[in-house]
């Protein structure tokens, strides 16, 4: 048995998982195989994709993050709920998805790696698909990056003398400067998929209602009596770290309601210059309709806020599967996008964003 080192050491962590790995065949999910036999060829790497088994995938990296924590073997698990992140390169902080959905997200995951691999779809792809999903997902309290980049460089490059050299370095305290497949790089790209079109888009609002303003300081809101605290504590929670998300949420909610135009306020428009025709800016001078949250809350029984939260909530867990679904599937026409004027996939910016940062740190 290997000795766990501290919390603390990540590079005693790396080394401790690199020769457990060199050296072990007792890893379910590679069938008595080592990891350089496993990923030691390209041929070998796809085999290992298209037999694993769901069971088997969540327990590698279950594995995997224990052992680069320095945790007990009994405590090898998904542990990440209420977890928020932040970092520099979060446009701000970040939310995953609910923890019980979590595991439903890895074996999406799992299913889209072999599909790609069935497809005859590059290494790299595959592996951005694994490591960036493992990175969104934040299945666990840490280590999801460590985790994410030893997942997507074994796949990418294999497993091999060489390559563990650059392995232990993305496994270190400067890891990310080694490699980083943050799905961070496009997260501005995908929220507006997933937030920002639907909104403009006349038939999912019909009354043009496009935001949510509150109207009062949140302490100020009146529910109902009957509304547990707890529940106006999640409600307020997604408000104050995830209002896009939520805005979503609520404005699903509201054109379900037969009276809406109680909780909407007007805000006229001004008349357009001239060179503001055809701008970004004409958009914000016609009229526009807003949900007047301190309007809505006071009618909102228990079944109406959970339904809120909970699809606030999907809304996280089709982020992560919007991310996928970009790499996937990048063929679709929603993922080519505009850069500088210019057309290109959007897997295609997430690979260049990710070159770009490392030209950075080199």
Wanted: glycine share 6%; charged share 35%.
């Amino acid at each position: 048995m290997f000795e766990i080192p501290p919390a603390e050491s990540r590079e005693k962590q790396a080394d401790t998982l690199l020769r457990l790995f060199d050296r072990s065949r007792n890893i379910e999910a590679m069938h008595g195989a080592t990891l350089q036999e496993t990923f030691g060829t390209e041929e070998n790497t796809r085999k290992f994709i298209d037999q694993i088994k769901p069971e088997e995938f969540a327990e590698l990296l279950n594995g995997l993050n224990g052992i680069l924590r320095g945790k007990e073997k009994t405590d090898w698990k998904m542990d990440g709920d209420s977890v928020e992140v932040s970092g520099a390169l979060l446009p701000s902080e970040y939310i995953p998805p609910r923890q019980e959905d979590k595991g439903a997200l890895f074996n999406e995951l799992l299913a889209a790696a072999k599909e790609m691999n069935t497809g005859g779809r590059s290494r790299e792809d595959i592996a951005l698909l694994l490591g960036a999903t493992i990175n969104a997902t934040h299945a666990y309290t840490n280590g999801n990056g460590r985790t994410s980049r030893f997942i997507y460089l074994v796949t990418k490059d294999g497993y091999s003398a060489k390559s563990k050299e650059e392995l232990a370095k993305a496994l270190g305290e400067d890891g990310r400067e080694v490699v980083d497949p943050n799905p961070s790089f496009i997260r501005t790209e995908i929220e507006e998929l997933l937030l920002y079109a639907p909104p403009e888009d006349p038939e999912s609002t019909p009354l043009r209602i496009t935001n949510v303003f509150p109207d009062l300081s949140s302490k100020e809101y009146v529910f109902a009596e009957s509304i547990p605290e707890a529940l106006k504590k999640q409600f307020f929670d997604a408000m104050r770290v995830d209002s896009s998300y939520l805005r979503i949420a609520l404005l699903e909610y509201v054109y379900r309601q037969d009276n809406v135009e109680q909780y909407v306020k007007i805000f006229h428009g001004r008349e357009i210059k001239p060179e503001e025709k055809g701008t970004y800016s004409e958009l914000f001078r016609n009229e526009r309709r807003a949900l007047i949250l301190s309007r809505l809350t006071p009618n909102l029984d228990v079944g109406s806020i959970k339904s809120i939260v909970d699809r606030y909530w999907e809304l996280k867990r089709e982020y992560v599967e919007k991310v996928m679904d970009c790499i996937a599937h990048p063929e679709k026409d929603e993922y080519e996008i505009e850069v500088r004027g210019k057309k290109m996939k959007l897997i295609d910016l997430f690979k260049s964003e990710i070159k770009k940062y490392q030209d950075t740190k080199s």
